[in-house]
């Protein structure tokens, strides 16, 4: 298996809101006793990043940003990412894995509104914010933007490549997909599945402006969801985020088992904890 190369550098700083969410995830996995962690340890600084930047709707019928998931099996980390934020509570958050919960594996909107829309079925997530923020431009709200997160995985899928030349057509330059590009599928890893050639190429010449990024770069990406939010009106944005599956686990990093692990135990827990920390104090 080629080895995905991990993104950090020591000039880089970490942000304290990505540490802090990226240990709510672990412990609200270990309590849950289940979840996909390694999709959502990648997600990270990339969830931290939208929510610091955004200006999310908190329904899918509300004003604002709209955030979909297309990689619904990271869910875990969406509603931690939800919770730091404040749009849901931390009792709500605890209550993942557990029968009747309104966080259900995949995020599910007639349970919970703030998941904004049901994603799951890999390769869908696109067209659906396609939808979205053609609904944005029909409704007079020009300013929203709709911002879709996938795996590079999915995109062995040919739904996103269609919903990708239909973007284009339409112009929808508030749509911005960012792709976590972890090297990783559930069975391995993507040089040895289906690899995509030149993702960025690809792209390019579907006709949308596109940008590759340290997916663990909080403040990177922070400069670049700004730089882009108002540039090129008709032109739709591809960000391909340069990430690690398990990010902050050691032994977890870029490994097929971090797909769905079992918890980590409470010593390994104290340890991790206080590895992101002192990781975080080092590179500030």
């Not at 007079?140 to 996103?160: A, F, H, K, W, Y």
């Not at 339409?170 to 069975?187: C, E, H, P, R, W």
């Not at 590759?212 to 032109?235: K, M, N, Q, W």
Request: with cysteine.
């Amino acid at each position: 298996m080629t080895e995905h190369p991990r993104p950090f550098d020591d000039n880089q700083a970490l942000d304290p809101r990505s540490t802090r969410l990226r240990i709510t995830i672990l412990r609200t996995h270990a309590v849950a006793g289940q979840g996909h962690l390694g999709s959502s340890l990648s997600l990270v600084e990339i969830l931290s990043a939208l929510f610091a930047e955004g200006r999310f709707a908190t329904n899918v019928t509300a004003e604002g940003d709209r955030l979909v998931l297309s990689k619904g099996h990271a869910a875990l980390g969406l509603y931690c990412a939800l919770a730091e934020a404040g749009i849901i509570s931390h009792a709500t958050l605890a209550t993942f894995g557990q029968n009747g919960s309104t966080l259900e594996p995949h995020p599910n909107e007639t349970v919970l509104p703030e998941g904004s829309v049901c994603t799951g079925s890999l390769g869908q997530g696109l067209s659906i914010g396609l939808g979205f923020a053609y609904a944005s431009r029909l409704s007079g709200r020009s300013d929203e933007r709709t911002v879709v997160i996938l795996g590079d995985g999915e995109l062995n899928e040919g739904q996103p490549w269609e919903a990708a030349i239909a973007a284009r057509r339409l112009k929808l330059g508030t749509l911005l997909a960012i792709v976590d590009a972890n090297g990783m599928q559930q069975d391995g890893a993507m040089s040895d599945i289906m690899p995509i050639d030149d993702l960025q190429g690809a792209w390019a010449a579907l006709g949308w402006q596109v940008h590759t990024v340290d997916g663990h770069d909080f403040r990177g990406l922070l400069s670049l969801l700004a730089e882009i939010r108002d540039v090129c009106p008709d032109t739709p944005k591809l960000i391909v985020a340069q990430t690690v599956k398990g990010r902050g686990v050691p032994f977890l990093e870029n490994a097929v088992d971090s797909h769905y692990p079992s918890p980590l135990d409470n010593a390994e827990l104290d340890l991790i904890e206080r590895l992101l920390i002192a990781e975080m104090r080092d590179v500030q």
